[in-house]
């Protein structure tokens, strides 16, 4: 799955587009992606053994 950003740059949160750049959108949209990725795989790891 991939997420595609830069080709579709939107605010990622109510505040005013003028605070932030535009990078800052694209850079923390992708981190967060990334986390949450992340995130999903290591609890859903830990959660099959649990079960």
Same mark, same amino acid.
């Given at each position: 799955?991939e997420?595609e950003?830069?080709?579709?740059p939107?605010p990622l949160? +109510?505040? +005013? ?10 850079e923390?949209?992708?981190l967060?992606?990334?986390?949450y990725l992340?995130m999903c795989?290591?609890?859903g790891?830990?959660?099959? +053994?649990?079960?």
């Amino acid at each position: 799955m991939e997420f595609e950003f830069e080709s579709t740059p939107r605010p990622l949160s +109510p505040l +005013p587009t003028l605070t932030y750049p535009a990078n800052f959108y694209s850079e923390t949209g992708h981190l967060a992606i990334h986390l949450y990725l992340y995130m999903c795989t290591f609890v859903g790891f830990f959660n099959i +053994p649990m079960t």
